[in-house]
């Protein structure tokens, strides 16, 4: 019912910064959370990020805190991730996704995907 659509990917060196973004459309007034998550090549999918739609309370994982921001425009429906200091490690695919149930973190709990978006951090 979300359809997301992200931005911003692309190539950095390490200790730079990136802004993605993913905007939302569709079913939007249905949207509890949103989330950002990552998966490298041969790597399972981790969470980064989340954000509760109407608190603006936000959750993130121990290998992105301090170092990434999540933030949302309720108004133009998307949600956005700040990323600095950014490592080699960060490499992956990032993806939005949607929560219309709750205020939750695995991924299997997600309903709406967006295609992902390609960070690549150089050494």
């Known amino acids: 019912q979300v359809q997301l659509v992200e931005s911003g990917g692309g190539l950095v060196q390490a200790g730079g910064s990136l802004r993605l973004s993913c905007a939302a459309s569709?079913?939007?007034?249905?949207?509890?959370?949103m989330g950002w998550f990552r998966q490298a090549p041969g790597k399972e999918r981790e969470f980064c990020a989340a954000i509760n739609w109407d608190s603006g309370d936000t959750s993130y994982a121990d290998s992105v805190k301090g170092r990434f921001t999540i933030s949302r425009d309720n108004a133009k429906n998307t949600v956005y991730l700040q990323m600095r200091s950014l490592k080699p490690e960060d490499t992956a695919v990032y993806y939005c996704a949607a929560d219309v149930a709750g205020w939750r973190f695995p991924a299997q709990y997600y309903n709406d995907w967006g295609q992902g978006t390609q960070v690549t951090v150089s050494s």
């Open positions: 569709g079913r939007t007034f249905s949207i509890y959370s």
